[in-house]
């Protein structure tokens, strides 16, 4: 039998794994232009959002090891957004991610949610080295990085799709801490 994962508390946040319930509260960053401009993926469909969550969720119950720790960001009851870690397959090693509602963007939340996640990696998951990438051009997801102690690593000048064109033509950093 799985072991049952448990939310993550911070002082003002809830961490917790994503439930279908939460689909629309996802739609709603992962379908805004301003928010999804510097991920890989997005602006998201509703089908492509529902396609996502579903994934999630049978992951999360039914990968074992899991290796893929994506968890909802809450405060009093409203999805604020999402951190993630997913760990290589040797789990010694996450790559971490993050994305938030515009109307929370600099108030700490992400902050706050990713640290806690950091801190669940390397405490519970024995986690060694974490990895953060993001498209040079997003400069709140740089000071996040920052903040919770990874080092900046290397700059690719190139790798990050411009949306329409589909033309290589943004470069990407990559941060990355060592326990």
């Known amino acids: 039998m799985k072991s049952v994962i448990h939310p993550i508390y911070t002082k003002r946040l809830i ?8 689909i629309n509260d996802v739609h709603e960053y ?9 991920m890989l993926f997005g602006p998201n469909t509703l089908e492509e959002t529902k396609s996502f969550v579903h994934l999630i969720v049978e992951t999360w119950y039914h990968e074992e090891p899991l290796k893929h720790y994506e968890m909802i960001v809450e405060k009093d009851g409203q999805v604020l957004g999402a951190v993630s870690i997913h760990l290589a397959d040797d789990l010694l090693e996450g790559e971490m991610g993050w994305i938030l509602k515009s109307s929370y963007w600099n108030q700490g939340y992400i902050t706050e949610a990713a640290t806690a996640l950091k801190e669940f990696a390397i405490m519970e998951l024995k986690v060694k080295r974490i990895v953060s990438h993001c498209d040079a051009r997003n400069i709140g997801s740089m000071k996040v990085m920052e903040k919770i102690g990874l080092k900046r690593l290397s700059l690719t000048k190139n790798v990050r799709r411009e949306k329409k ?10 941060y990355e801490a060592t326990f």
Request: glycine share 0%; with cysteine; hydrophobic share 30%.
């Open 15 to 22: 961490l917790r794994p994503f439930e279908y319930k939460d």
């Open 30 to 38: 992962a379908s805004d232009p301003d928010i999804t401009k510097y």
């Open 165 to 174: 064109s589909l033309e290589y033509v943004f470069d990407e950093l990559c």
